[in-house]
């Protein structure tokens, strides 16, 4: 089930703090404006959408974008899943949002014209899925979206249905990574310390970058984790969104 581009995107009080913050860690802006109040930043594999205002439910969200909504829904209502909204088709787009267990939204959206509302800022929706900067950044690392999950078996299937593949199979059993085309999720149950929706980047230069974010005035909320296993740090956005940066020795970088 192709389900259209995937954006991670996130609630933010001050857009013009926050597009800061994120152009500090090496983020482009891609698409939309402040003015608007939606910008897109691109860093390696990592798309995130920035929303102020405009969210509901005011929350990190996993955002479908230009996919075939009805065809979606149409399948994922054939395998069981009920929509909390829609999908609702007008001649301005198409969109339907699911919850996964643990109330994650998935919002699936399709709109032929973008800010339509905003005619100063209103073009055609770019014709084709956006390619990464660069999907091998050797210093952020990979990037998993990872969410907090109460019972694991039941988020794998939930996930699975909806048309995701595992990455790893390993010994522990409560953590998974999935991926469908160009989303990448991670699956924890227990695990995630604060327990919610975390931006995790895997196998990067994690001390080149704390010395860089710290040269350039970020704090981080942790001080770093080291030991035989690797090294870990963590800071908060604006927003108290987490961003976690780990290297584990033990695991390749291609896996």
């Given amino acids: 089930m192709d389900l259209g581009w995937f954006e ?8 013009v703090k926050s ?21 897109t930043l691109n860093r390696g594999d990592c798309r995130l959408t920035l929303f102020q205002g405009h969210l509901d439910p ?21 395998k069981g899943f009920v929509f909390q909204r829609g999908p ?14 643990d109330g994650h939204p998935l919002f699936f959206i399709n709109m ?9 800022y209103a073009r055609p929706a770019p014709p084709s899925r956006p390619r990464a900067d660069n999907e091998d950044d050797m210093v952020l690392g990979r990037f998993v979206l ?33 991926y469908n085309r160009d989303c990448r999720i991670g699956l924890f149950q227990g695990y995630l310390d ?17 010395r860089d974010l710290i040269a350039r005035g970020i704090q981080f909320e942790r001080e770093p984790v080291r030991d035989e296993n690797g090294v870990g740090w963590m800071l908060f956005d604006p927003d108290r969104h987490p961003i976690y940066f780990v290297n584990i020795r033990s695991s390749a970088r291609t896996a």
């Avoid at 991670?8 to 857009?15: A, C, E, K, M, W």
């Avoid at 994120?22 to 910008?39: K, P």
């Avoid at 327990?195 to 980047?201: A, K, N």
């Fill in 194 to 210: 604060p327990p919610e929706p975390q931006l995790i980047f895997w196998q990067g230069d994690v001390e080149a970058i704390g």
């Fill in 58 to 78: 005011a929350r990190t969200q996993l955002i479908f974008w230009q996919g075939d909504v009805e065809a979606i829904a149409r399948e994922a209502t054939a």
């Fill in 146 to 178: 990872s969410l907090p999950v109460s019972d694991i078996q039941r988020s794998l299937s939930f996930y699975e249905r909806l048309g995701f593949a595992r990455y790893d199979k390993g010994d522990d059993a409560r953590t998974a990574t999935l």
């Fill in 8 to 15: 991670t995107s996130l609630d933010v009080q001050d857009i």
């Fill in 19 to 39: 597009v800061a913050f994120y152009e500090t860690l090496g983020f482009r802006h891609v698409e939309g404006d402040i003015a608007v109040r939606t910008v």
């Fill in 112 to 120: 032929p014209v973008h800010f339509i509302n905003d005619p100063a």
């Fill in 88 to 101: 609702n088709v007008s001649k301005d787009g198409a969109s339907a949002m699911l919850f996964d267990p």
